[in-house]
């Protein structure tokens, strides 16, 4: 019986490992690192970002980008990350909304949403 190759030490080379879990950190990077391709005057959305992602490091969902958002996203356009709806966070949603407005960014008619039709970047 063929013996499995050893799994990866969590902390050590994941490139030494194709089957290597991946770290939480590296999650957050990838997840920042596609928010920084958003254009101003567009926007995506938290589930079009974990695809992208999930293409690149095999996990991960709209709640987990949604979490790095919140808690490392400062550094980068989040306001330009909305739900499936074109929502922006409600916690931030008169920022979010400004800084879309200032950006030129498509927006539902009564300019509480953005016009995903219009204003959706895809990675």
């Avoid at 931030?92 to 039709?117: F, I, K, M, Q």
């Amino acid at each position: 019986m063929p013996s499995r190759p050893p799994r990866a030490v969590p902390g050590s080379d994941p490139g030494s490992d194709p089957d290597a879990p991946t770290t939480a950190e590296e999650y957050l990077d990838e997840v920042l690192a596609v928010v920084e391709q958003v254009p101003a005057g567009r926007a995506t959305t938290y589930g079009i970002v974990a695809e992208a992602v999930a293409d690149v490091l095999g996990r991960g969902g709209p709640r987990q980008v949604g979490q790095v958002m919140a808690r490392a996203g400062s550094g980068v356009a989040w306001w330009r990350v909305v739900n499936a709806a074109g929502s922006p966070p409600a916690r931030h949603l008169d920022t979010a909304l400004a800084e879309l407005r200032a950006e030129g960014c498509p927006l539902t008619r009564d300019g509480r949403r953005v016009d995903l039709r219009r204003a959706v970047w895809l990675p």
